[in-house]
């Protein structure tokens, strides 16, 4: 993303926005055709956790993996978020909480740090309950306003630049909720690998002696209640296993079959499954 880096500037670290057609973040011409590590998809640790606990003739076993660190990129998100369609992209949006002009403005800048720098953040949003504003870029005016808080920068032609606000105030770039997601920003759609799995739980019981005893050859009976994916939770909260963040591409050819990608998650999104079954263990 294309900053303000003059530190004696009042809007240093401001995104430099793109006044048209799209109003949003220009990518740095210096940067945008070179590779950059944006993210690390590998694990800080992967720690797993196998626990029994017995009293009397019951026993309850769980297995738990902690994946602590890394981070992935969600095509599935990026997508949804381009389209409108994502929960998330909607929960991340700034709303005004009924601020305009002059006071909308300076609540941005005395919470500049949070709400405008370092981050692809959004004002607004798609109704006007949920703090959209009045656009008319279609030629109807609709209530679904959000502009992207930064700066447009202004040349003289002579080297000299200068910053005129968007925030918020007069002369601010309104567009419509649509189409406020910036799609050119992988990073925009890269989360955090984080997680904590109970992957599987079970409940067992023994049958006493006194009973194992009257049944002939058997020495030994436990029936036991089973189950997995009983409980996910991730740092990112945007609905993606994180251990699902991998794309299979065809190799150009077909010369080397399927490529997995690891770190980039698309469409892996299957149905959460939670079996139950039931166990006998017979020893004679």
Known sequence: MLTVTDKSSPYYGY????PEPDYEWIRDKEIQDSRNKIGNYN??????????????SFALNFTFDWRCGGQFISQTERYGR?????????KS???PGGRTGKDLRDWLVANQDKLIRNGF??????????GGFRENLSGNYLNDGVFVPGVVAISNGNGAVTYKENLGDTGTLFQPYIISNGWDFARDAMFDADFVKLREISLSYRLPASIISRMGAVKALSVSIYSRNIMLWTKAKIGVDPERAFQAEQSTGGKRGVQFMQGIERYNLDPWVIPVGVKFDLTF
């Open 15 to 18: 995104p430099i926005i793109n």
């Open 82 to 90: 381009d389209d409108g369609l994502s929960g998330s992209w909607l």
């Open 121 to 130: 953040h959004v004002v607004g949003g798609p109704t006007k309950e949920l």
């Open 93 to 95: 949006m700034i709303n």
């Open 43 to 56: 694990p800080r640790f992967i720690l797993g956790v196998n626990s029994a606990l017995t009293y009397k």
